[in-house]
């Protein structure tokens, strides 16, 4: 199945960005495992390993590469591309992923 996307402007340099709407359970499980990294913790409750900034910057590459869907109209090496953006607009695509897969981003369906 196909998921949706939506598309939106930088604010400095109206760069166009095109993004998946939501995570899949599998895509977020992976970025879970790159933030977690090789953090263990045993059934006593003692952890081991320790958490890094290097997790969190492999965490948010891992969204960009499931989240970014085109840049421009291209869909050729797409974290580089915004990684070399001015620091206001790759803020901007950093912070419209974040919103969208934040947990309120994805109200429950009704049934």
Do not use: C, W
């Not at 992976?30 to 290097?54: M, N, Y």
């Amino acid at each position: 199945m196909a998921r949706t996307t939506t598309k939106f402007k930088t604010p400095t340099d109206a760069h166009e960005i095109e993004v998946h709407e939501y995570l899949t359970g599998g895509e977020a499980e992976q970025i879970q495992d790159a933030v977690i990294g090789d953090v263990k913790v045993d059934i006593g409750g003692e952890t081991s390993g320790e958490l890094s900034g290097k997790n969190v910057r492999k965490a948010q590459d891992t969204t960009l590469k499931l989240m970014l869907v085109s840049v421009d109209g291209s869909k050729d090496d797409l974290i580089k591309t915004v990684k070399d953006f001015r620091q206001k607009d790759y803020q901007a695509v950093i912070d419209k992923i974040n919103k969208l897969t934040s947990e309120e981003a994805s109200p429950e369906k009704k049934s």
